[in-house]
């Protein structure tokens, strides 16, 4: 019985393993607002949409939170979309409203209970980011930039992907990684 | 419990003591590093200043290298911190009595060095990263971690 479960469990780890990858078509998927109201991608989502996994505590993700305010006005001025959202199951609803109300984001946070959409990306750090082309592919999987400080960054790596994505080009480079803090995940029995 | 008396009799001494520079070290500096340490157990702790799970692993890790050394464990800590922090990270080397050799990475590009490292790697921290006595990676940890499985992995290696 309990190799049975066991056998699940690796079935479920495999079956649950990153979903959505660089190339592949993002279907609808649920976040839930602040209130606990289910929100639908297809309700979020632009032409060009960026998904955001960011954090209250993180000290890496706060160090990006103007830059991710003046990525939002200077890119929803051009109709991206933004989709920012909090699955660490450490930071409850209510921590993450009075986190944007002091940090004075413009832009709506979402949750992701139980990181059921961290798990279909594959998110691991906050902040990372996700950008989805207007056919509903992913086209750039992760960093913001590359330095937690903004005085000594060489690369706006998701700025070059939405100008890339917003000129008709490809994204050159559609992967990077940097130093973040882990999203703290809920614990599933094995 | 002998290490945390120690270290709380002794925290005027240490805040006094002079720091240990950590050494830098970018992707090929690691690959020599693994190769120096062949014939010991290596965890290879990868942290930063601005982590509490971080901060809160460093010391448990040093009790584990404290318990295991004389059977081949070698504990040793890279931060991730920028130079801007590196007296920081200093600090906590020392207050937390890290032995083990310390470094600072130094990288032209963080996502080089973190795919050069492990390229399963999100790039998250904490990381551990536990090599065989041949210098292979056998296993890595990233995220807050139980110590006991660290410490169960390294009992099989040893």
């Known amino acids: ?190 | 419990m002998k290490r945390t008396l120690a270290f709380l009799f002794c925290l005027p001494l240490v805040a006094s003591a002079p720091l240990v520079p950590l050494v830098p070290i970018n992707e090929a500096g690691f690959q020599k590093l693994v190769e120096a340490h062949k014939g010991k157990v290596v965890l290879y702790d990868f942290w930063a200043t601005w982590c509490a799970p971080c901060r809160a692993e460093l010391p448990q890790l040093a009790l584990l290298e404290d318990k295991l050394r004389a059977q081949g464990l070698q504990v040793v800590t890279i931060s991730a911190d920028d130079q801007d922090h590196k007296a920081a990270a200093e600090k906590f080397i020392q207050m937390f009595r890290v032995d083990g050799p310390a470094y600072l990475k130094q990288a032209d590009n963080d996502d080089h060095f973190i795919n050069a490292i492990d390229p399963k790697w999100s790039g998250a921290l904490p990381a551990l990263f536990l090599y065989d006595k041949a210098g292979h990676k056998v296993r890595s940890f990233v995220g807050e971690t139980d110590m006991a499985e660290i410490e169960r992995a390294v009992h099989r290696l040893l």
């Open chain 1, 1 to 190: 019985m309990t190799k049975a479960f066991a056998i699940l469990a690796l079935m479920a780890g495999t079956l649950c393993a990153q979903e959505f990858k660089i190339g592949s078509h993002v279907p609808d998927f649920q976040v839930r607002d602040l209130d606990g109201k289910p929100v639908a991608f297809s309700a979020l989502k632009g032409p060009i949409t960026v998904v955001t996994f960011i954090a209250t505590e993180c000290p890496v993700s706060n160090s990006y939170n103007h830059r991710m305010i003046d990525l939002y006005k200077d890119y929803t001025a051009k109709n991206v979309k933004f989709i920012f959202v909090n699955a660490n199951r450490s930071e409850p609803a209510n921590e993450v409203r009075e986190h944007a109300r002091r940090v004075g984001f413009p832009f709506a946070v979402y949750k992701d209970p139980d990181n059921v959409l961290a798990d279909r990306f594959d998110a691991q750090v906050t902040p990372e980011s996700y950008v989805i082309d207007s056919s509903g592919v992913i086209r750039y999987h992760g960093a913001i930039d590359d330095n937690m400080n903004e005085s000594r960054v060489h690369t706006r790596t998701l700025r070059a992907a939405l100008d890339a994505l917003l000129d008709g080009k490809p994204v050159l480079s559609t992967q990077t990684k940097a130093f973040g803090c882990t999203i703290k995940r809920v614990r599933r029995a094995s």
